[in-house]
């Protein structure tokens, strides 16, 4: 295929750009379908960077801090948080596409580029996480934002530079940019991909690229270093350790055997360990090697991450059609091996069709919501009214209960279930229930009754998966607390108050808080009790 024309790529991108984040932003709001819990998580490290606390030195959790920076750069110059969530995602559309436009312009033909650019920017701006799930979520968008810079640093290295576009120090410097952008955004995506993205630069003899790029990310962490200090780190890695221990969260989703092998995987699963012997036998030796490599980081990402989508059959359909050999290249069973490795590639995209469908026109959908059922998602934060969230899902609060009442005859079903013990405070069975939806009208409550009760301005911990108070009043946070609860009792030292729910957000997470604190010695008095919550202090 003929050399592909740089300035006409690069603004075809912007076009796929402006549209894209363009149709996102063009309502002024931001207006979700679901996930307020992962709404919740967000807006406090958001609110917490915007006011110059650094990720995992003042609060806990295993993301890193590029995966929020851009947020609360707009919310530190003023704009609601709607908003700054949608100008943050086209900033970092513009961020990475100088990235992607080299990458598909040094690696690949045709209209080959112009498709990988075109993925590349959908799932940086996209109003869902994938699957074909099709509410509007903005939940989990640094998984999208890690899997677009991976894109890009395992195309240059997996693929050999096309000629007329070979520059050895603009790849290196864009594969240390992606990296880097990895470690410090969703370092399970630096883990399962370095390794391979190394051997591919090295299996090609892009020795100076290898140079560039490590002396890249070398530079980006001293600056980061520079400004937030060496034990900005060891904290870093402290979270990790936790959350990779955790009895809550570990892992998000599917087990790892089920993301390789259950029904809804195991065709994609093929697909890939068959490609790396097709690629093999094509006499395509480095390609084989590369992905083979890859294969474990597929894999471990897609196991991270909520919902188990598989966005890498994406770019696995994009590298098998870029490497198809010449054509009269037979293996052993007499296989044309280009029309092969070209089959193999179309089975990956028509996998992954739905879930890419769905992410690229999700801002389409999002202008067609209808804002009347929506409101804030924090009532009383006028400035922040820009994001909102159903109207149901807010202001119903739902619970599930066990139906096993005593004279119901049940609860000798329920023991053979397994269900366990009911949660204990102060020798007190606590009730069995969940919360299922209402989550914004259920904190507004609470902080209420607490303000109206004399509490205003204290430090609350809840014994659930969110200590949240503070969004929805006039509460301080917790120092070193947890936006997102994983283990242990980040922030419980610096409480003034416990806040034991009466039916918790997530019942594990409140019998082991209550577990720790019992563990620790420490003894808890009551001080008021709500039908929503007790309120306890440290005795």
């Not at 299996?203 to 002396?215: E, G, I, P, S, W």
């Not at 530079?219 to 937030?228: G, P, Y």
């Not at 890498?312 to 280009?338: C, H, K, Q, S, V």
Request: charged share 15%; aromatic share 10%.
């Amino acid at each position: 295929m003929k050399k592909t024309n740089a300035g006409r790529l690069f603004v075809v991108l912007l076009a796929v750009l402006a549209v894209e984040a363009g149709l996102a932003m063009w309502r002024g709001q931001l207006l979700v379908g679901k996930h307020e819990g992962d709404m919740l998580h967000l807006l406090e490290i958001v609110f917490r960077m915007a006011d110059g606390e650094w990720p995992h030195l003042d609060f806990m959790t295993p993301i890193g801090f590029m995966a929020f920076a851009p947020i609360a750069l707009f919310v530190k110059l003023g704009a609601g948080v709607g908003s700054s969530i949608l100008y943050a995602q086209a900033l970092m559309g513009l961020l990475l596409l100088p990235l992607a436009w080299r990458a598909g312009l040094s690696r690949l033909t045709g209209y080959w580029p112009y498709l990988f650019g075109a993925l590349v920017i959908v799932l940086v701006t996209a109003l869902v996480h994938g699957e074909a799930e099709r509410s509007v979520s903005i939940s989990m968008h640094y998984n999208r934002w890690a899997w677009a810079a991976a894109f890009i640093a395992i195309l240059i290295a997996t693929l050999p530079p096309v000629d007329g576009h070979k520059n050895q120090t603009a790849d290196g410097i864009v594969v240390g940019l992606a990296l880097a952008f990895l470690a410090l955004c969703k370092v399970t995506y630096f883990a399962a991909f370095v390794i391979p993205v190394a051997v591919g630069l090295l299996a090609h003899k892009q020795y100076r690229a290898f140079m560039f790029a490590l002396a890249t990310g070398l530079a980006i962490m001293a600056v980061v270093t520079a400004f937030a200090g060496l034990d900005f780190w060891a904290a870093y890695m402290r979270d990790l350790l936790r959350v990779s221990a955790s009895e809550v969260r570990a892992n998000p989703g599917a087990p790892f055997a089920a993301v390789i092998a259950a029904p809804a995987y195991l065709g994609g699963s093929i697909v890939l360990l068959f490609s790396v012997i097709l690629l093999r036998q094509a006499k395509k030796m480095t390609e084989g090697l590369v992905l083979l490599l890859l294969t474990p980081g597929f894999f471990y990402v897609t196991f991270q991450n909520f919902g188990n989508d598989p966005q890498w059959l994406l770019l696995l359909g994009i590298l098998l059609f870029a490497a198809r050999p010449e054509g009269g290249i037979t293996n052993g069973a007499g296989w044309d091996m280009r029309t092969a490795v070209g089959l193999s590639g179309a089975a990956a995209f028509a996998m992954i069709v739905p879930s890419a469908i769905n992410l690229a026109y999700s801002p389409i959908r999002h202008l067609g919501q209808d804002a009347t059922q929506h409101v804030p998602l924090l009532p009383r934060a006028t400035l922040h009214a820009d994001l909102q969230t159903g109207t149901v899902r807010a202001l119903r609060a739902d619970k599930r209960v066990p139906m096993e009442v005593p004279g119901s005859g049940l609860d000798v079903w329920a023991e053979r279930a397994e269900r366990g013990q009911a949660d204990v405070l102060n020798g007190e069975e606590l009730p069995r229930c969940e919360v299922m939806l209402g989550l914004s009208a259920l904190f507004d409550s609470m902080a209420t009754s607490l303000a109206e009760s004399g509490h205003a301005g204290e430090r609350i911990f809840i014994a659930d998966l969110f200590s949240s108070i503070w969004l929805f009043g006039d509460f301080e946070r917790l120092e070193e607390g947890a936006p997102w609860y994983y283990g242990g009792l980040p922030g419980y030292d610096t409480a003034d108050y416990i806040l034991v729910p009466q039916c918790s957000i997530h019942p594990k997470v409140r019998g082991l808080v209550l577990e720790r604190i019992a563990q620790r010695g420490d003894t808890l008095v009551e001080v008021s009790r709500t039908p929503l919550y007790i309120l306890l202090e440290k005795g």
